[in-house]
């Protein structure tokens, strides 16, 4: 496919909210049960994008957004991304944006914090492939009355 890397602009977001529509739609029928929610929360993640200040990449396939990433830096050596979504359909373009994600951004930091797997054997199994350097063991904190 012919492809194109741009910085993830508001020109950008319409095409974005489509492609996570379809993003839904798919993952939903894989009885996914937090696709609504995470799909909810990136969509308001992109509409405020420049008011939370997220930075991120757009690849466009013959025109149309196909993936994207949106995050920023959490500190002086780690960048977090917050969002990526590709096409389902489309092989080896998530493995391609997160690439560009990392080579056009926060070029200064040393790691990059992909945030947790939900629980989900197939985000999980994607995480691990890239061999982080860490696992951070996460914890639920409730107050007892």
Not at 38 to 49: K, M, R
Not at 78 to 94: A, L, R, W, Y
Not at 99 to 123: A, H, I, K, M, W
Request: contains cysteine; charged residues 25%.
């Amino acid at each position: 496919h012919d492809f194109a890397v741009e910085i993830f602009r508001p020109k950008h977001l319409d095409g974005a909210l489509e492609l996570l529509a379809q993003w839904q739609r798919v993952r939903s029928s894989d009885d996914n049960r937090s696709a609504n929610h995470e799909a909810s929360a990136t969509a308001e993640g992109l509409q405020l994008a420049t008011v939370l200040g997220l930075e991120g990449v757009t690849v466009l396939v013959e025109g149309s957004v196909s993936a994207f990433a949106l995050g920023e830096r959490l500190n002086r050596e780690t960048s977090v991304c917050h969002f990526e979504k590709s096409d389902p359909f489309m092989e080896g373009i998530s493995q391609l944006v997160d690439q560009q994600f990392n080579s056009l951004l926060f070029t200064d930091c040393l790691y990059v914090n992909r945030e947790q797997d939900l629980g989900e054997p197939g985000l999980r199994a994607a995480k691990l492939s890239y061999h982080p350097v860490r696992l951070i063991r996460k914890f639920r904190a409730r107050q007892m009355l």
